[in-house]
């Protein structure tokens, strides 16, 4: 699970699960891995060169009501 914020201070979650059985996201099964993720610009990104688009990050996430 990654748990994000906007700019805006709307707070998201987005399961991860379902991509880890699909081509190189599952090198994110170890933690270790999973746990080098980081914000570039307006992407999610592991060291490995992974990232997620915006719009379906967006998309496949659940608001967090605050």
């Known amino acids: 699970m990654l748990e994000y914020a906007y700019e805006n201070t709307e707070q998201r979650i987005f399961d ?8 190189k996201f599952s ?3 170890d933690l270790s891995a999973f746990n080098t993720v980081k914000v570039k610009f307006d992407t999610i990104e592991w060291s490995n060169k ?12 659940i608001k967090v009501e605050i």
């Open 16 to 23: 991860v699960t379902p991509l880890l059985s699909i081509g």
């Open 50 to 61: 992974l990232d997620i688009d915006p719009e379906y990050l967006y998309e496949k996430s």
């Open 27 to 29: 090198e994110l099964r």
